[in-house]
């Protein structure tokens, strides 16, 4: 359970870990500047288990890793959109990073959210509202299971998933 | 067979196997290209991995982004890269000579057919050779340096048809300006965009590579042009033999009858010069709707506008005037060869008396880390490809996208201005 912090449409990874800041390796200080233009008091008052909520296109613009690894490293649980930009989303599954595909109009900023994996679905504490998530292809799920796509490749041998 | 598209053809022959748009699959990668911001956290997805293989003969380092470093943070990047290339035996190694994406087509690694990943969202530029160029992430980076191959979904296309020649003191850039407001930021998400018609057909290489450069500006995975007469005579000299990675050079077509999810026809005879409002590229307007405003920099450059031709075309233009009192023109360009050429025929030289500021070669001021960072409240006139809110320094300075004419009229006006009236 975590409280939905709400975006707009089409964030561009500019937003998300801006350029200038982003000299650095280390998830946990990229964690201190995520959206901090937009949403200064985002990276101080985000807890784990929080979630992302935005409109289409989420993570447009440049293929910088450093937005995924930084949601990540704030602990948000999931990013719920209905639809990612396509560099983003092959980094967020490449780092581990949870993407949920579903409509998010309704959702308010503020929002208590919980995602039943079992069930796939995104429930809206707050409005009691349930929201399908669309499901990803095996492969993909394959990798978010072991944990990215390193912990993947360490799990089999090196191998990439096989594609069906 | 059936009729295929430039992405479906690349592809299957990669596979061995007819694929179509919507499936995806495993393939083997031409080249790995990654520049001096995205190798760092690249190497630390690689040191991860337990076990792992490398393939060196495959990976392209470019320094382009931050040459030479502007802070020691920087120069530590640098450093961790070159020590890495050190003990991976990469020879694909450039510093400071240019653009990755430029020097891919200067270099002549690219080649028509060629399946190219780069982790940097401006790969797409050489799908104007005619090969699949896609931009990834630092951990796809590092996989394909451990594997050689990624996975791709064959994506569907919008073709877009040219026809008609481009009015004087129009370039590709008010083209694909125009493009990008027909098919939107996100309209092509997930898709390739194939360029073609008469108007593509007579244009050069470097005007093809200006188009190319904005396909992931509507979201686009790729954008390709048949790799025709012109293509092979700009790589032929470029292309050294043996290389790895280099399919022979030939032309490549996309099928007549292919199926395209969308076609979209331009006139390019109809086309004004065009500028992109800050903070996106969402509103494009005709250069008159925003004549008069008043510019404190303006930068030629990137490798979207940082050719020979381009800065040609500027020079043009500035000959004989100077750059209007408190304003700053900043070139940049896309790498050394372009630099040589611009001093041998003397564009450096007008450049330079008009009263511009000529940087090395690189990605200059483009991402906001060094050689031109905005102040809040500035405003700023670039021929690159991004003006997102805080893209070069504060985000409380505004960008405008243009081409190279549009940004030397300018500069010589201190106003946003019109090519075509000064
Ligand atoms: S010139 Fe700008 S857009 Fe092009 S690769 Fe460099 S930073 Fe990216």
Redesign the interface.
Not at chain 2, 118 to 121: F, I, L, N, R
């Given at each position: 359970m975590g409280r939905a912090w709400l975006f707009g449409s089409n964030v561009n990874t500019d937003v998300i870990t801006p350029g200038r800041y982003n000299l650095t390796t280390d998830p946990a200080e990229m964690a201190r500047f995520c959206f901090c233009e937009v949403r200064p008091e985002f990276p101080k008052q985000v807890k784990p288990g929080d979630f992302i909520v935005a409109g289409e296109h989420f993570g447009s613009g440049s293929s910088r890793e450093s937005a995924p690894l930084a949601i990540q490293a704030c602990g948000i649980c999931a990013v719920i959109a209905p639809s990612f930009a396509r560099i983003f989303y092959r980094n967020a599954i490449n780092v581990g990073l949870a993407l949920c595909l579903t409509p998010t109009q309704g959702i308010q900023d503020g929002d208590e959210l919980e995602w039943n994996k079992e069930r796939g679905l995104i429930v809206n504490l707050t409005q009691g509202i349930e929201f399908p998530i669309e499901k990803l292809p095996d492969f993909v799920l394959a990798i978010r299971r072991a944990g990215g796509i390193i912990a993947y490749l360490n799990q089999h041998g090196s191998r990439l998933p096989e594609i069906k | 067979m059936r009729a295929q598209t430039l992405s479906e053809k690349i592809f299957s022959r990669k596979l061995g196997q007819q694929v179509r748009a919507g499936q995806?699959?495993?393939a083997e990668v031409d080249w790995i290209l990654s520049h001096d911001?995205?190798t760092?956290?690249a190497i630390?997805?690689y040191e991860?991995?337990?076990?792992?293989?490398f393939h060196a003969e495959k990976v392209i380092l470019v320094f382009d982004h931050i040459v030479p470093a502007p802070?020691p943070?920087?120069a530590a990047?640098h450093r961790r890269i070159f020590k890495f290339a050190q003990e991976q035996g990469i020879s694909h190694l450039h510093y400071g000579e240019g653009i990755c994406h430029q020097l891919l087509a200067e270099l002549g690694y690219v080649t028509p057919g060629a399946l190219i990943i780069?982790?940097?969202?401006h790969?797409c530029t050489a799908g104007a050779f005619g090969a699949f160029a896609t931009?990834?992430?630092?951990?796809?980076i590092?996989?394909a340096w451990?594997?050689g191959?990624s996975?791709f979904r064959v994506p569907e296309t919008i073709r877009v048809e040219v026809r008609g020649a481009l009015p004087a003191y129009l370039g590709p850039k008010d083209l694909i300006l125009q493009i990008v407001k027909q098919v939107g930021?996100?309209g092509a998400?997930?898709r390739a965009l194939e360029f073609g018609g008469p108007t593509i057909d007579a244009f050069d290489m470097p005007q093809r590579m200006t188009l190319c450069n904005l396909a992931i500006e509507m979201?686009g995975?790729a954008g390709l042009i048949a790799a025709d007469r012109a293509t092979l005579d700009y790589l032929r000299p470029r292309v050294s033999a043996g290389m790895y990675g280099q399919t022979p050079l030939q032309s490549l077509y996309p099928d007549p009858g292919a199926h395209y999810e969308q076609v979209l026809g331009v006139d390019a005879t109809a086309l004004v010069p065009q500028v992109a409002l800050p903070h996106?590229l969402e509103e494009t307007v005709d250069v008159d709707q925003v004549a008069g405003l008043k510019l404190d920099q303006v930068f030629i450059g990137t490798c979207t506008n940082g050719r020979f031709e381009d800065f040609q075309m500027a020079a043009q233009i500035l000959a004989s005037h100077t750059v209007a009192p408190n304003l700053r023109l900043i070139c940049t360009p896309a790498s050394r060869e372009v630099y040589l050429q611009m001093i041998k025929s003397g564009v450096a030289e007008t450049l330079l008396r008009a009263g511009a500021l000529l940087t090395n070669p690189g990605c200059g001021p483009c991402?906001?880390?060094h050689q031109g960072?905005l102040a809040e409240g500035e405003r700023c006139l670039s021929t690159m490809n991004?003006n997102?809110?805080?893209?070069m320094?504060s985000?409380q300075a505004e960008i405008y996208l243009a081409g190279p004419a549009v940004a030397a009229a300018s500069a010589i006006k201190g106003v946003i201005s019109d090519p075509r009236e000064v």
């Open positions: - | 995806t699959v495993l911001t995205t760092p956290l630390q997805s991860k991995l337990k076990q792992a293989d802070h943070q920087g990047l780069g982790a940097d969202s790969t931009g990834m992430g630092s951990t796809d590092a996989v451990a594997t191959q996975w930021t996100t998400a997930y979201g995975k996106g991402l906001g880390r960072v991004r997102f809110r805080g893209r320094g985000p």
